[in-house]
């Protein structure tokens, strides 16, 4: 769902042409794109480690327990500190985290203990939770106020784009061959059961080293680069207790519609390729190109919604 904020806010360090807001529109987007792509991930890593740890259904799906309660966690405490130090300050913030969570998988990977991704994939999320805060708004600003809402619908886009891409690429980078049945692993000894386990948690490094290490580039350009920094005006007049803000009927609808929906997508995404290869008898490899082909789609979608 998009929609221009109607929030007041103080710009400063505005370029004083359009062409000065492509550089900071590109990064800004840039971000729609990378949590995209790590949300799609989240998909391909449930089967994974459901497969590596030997989990049941409910546990491994803890993957998305462990993302969304770092959402509803930071969420409030996200846009306060935003509204203090400013949104590109939230925005760095939320990359340092962002790399952080994607560099603790080498040794959640090492040590081959579900808990550590799991606490992982929290940082991740705490870290996202204020890319997104940040990135909606501050697209509204740059540039003129007239195409507020293109430009913001465009950048969502790319997380169509993105949730085409992370399915297939992390499907090939992360699921394997080998596949033991319930028998053949209750005859393994101990230790070449964790020599098994170490293997199959280690394949999800290299994606993540890579992705963190782009986020930490793409930090360092947020740091360097000259971009209008972004504070909510203070208004005495303005009542801003949480209670008068719920006391909106629009936004508290809002907010069960937006819990149900996530709801709904959350679970079906997750689920895809684990339903799909026990229902369709076909590997998980296989699985991710279908699931990808779903993000299609909905990259098709979002980028004729926006041009229309």
């Not at 000065?20 to 995209?36: A, D, E, H, N, R």
């Not at 009542?239 to 609808?253: A, Q, T």
Request: net charge neutral.
């Amino acid at each position: 769902m998009s929609h221009t904020p109607s929030t007041n806010f103080q710009v400063s360090d505005t370029p004083t042409n359009g062409k000065g807001y492509l550089f900071p529109l590109i990064l800004v987007t840039s971000l729609f794109f990378f949590w995209g792509f790590v949300h799609n991930l989240d998909p391909v890593l449930i089967p994974h480690l459901r497969k590596a740890f030997q989990l049941n259904v409910f546990e491994s799906t803890l993957v998305d327990s462990s993302v969304f309660i770092a959402y509803f966690l930071l969420a409030l405490p996200a846009g306060y500190i935003m509204r203090k130090y400013g949104y590109k300050s939230g925005i760095i913030l939320g990359l340092v985290l962002f790399a952080i969570g994607c560099l603790l998988f080498i040794p959640a990977a090492n040590t081959a203990q579900y808990i550590f991704f799991l606490g992982a994939l929290f940082i991740i999320a705490c870290g996202l939770t204020f890319l997104e805060t940040a990135a909606n708004p501050y697209v509204t600003v740059l540039g003129p106020p007239e195409t507020a809402t293109q430009r913001l619908n465009f950048s969502q886009s790319f997380n169509g784009l993105a949730a085409f891409l992370a399915p297939i690429l992390g499907g090939k980078l992360i699921f394997t061959e080998v596949k033991y049945t319930d028998v053949q692993l209750a005859k393994m000894l101990p230790l070449e059961k964790q020599a098994y386990m170490l293997e199959e948690a280690s394949t999800v490094k290299a994606p993540y080293l890579i992705l963190g290490i782009l986020i930490i580039v793409v930090a360092i350009l947020f740091i360097f680069t000259k971009l209008p920094d972004i504070k909510e005006e203070e208004n005495a007049n303005e009542k801003s207790s949480f209670g008068h803000v719920l006391s909106h009927s629009h936004l508290r609808w809002a907010i069960i519609g937006q819990f149900f929906y996530v709801g709904a997508q959350v679970c079906v995404l997750s689920l895809f390729i684990s339903f799909v290869t026990s229902s369709a008898n076909i590997s998980q490899d296989q699985a991710s190109w279908y699931s990808g082909a779903a993000g299609l789609a909905f990259m098709v979608g979002r980028f004729a919604g926006t041009f229309l």
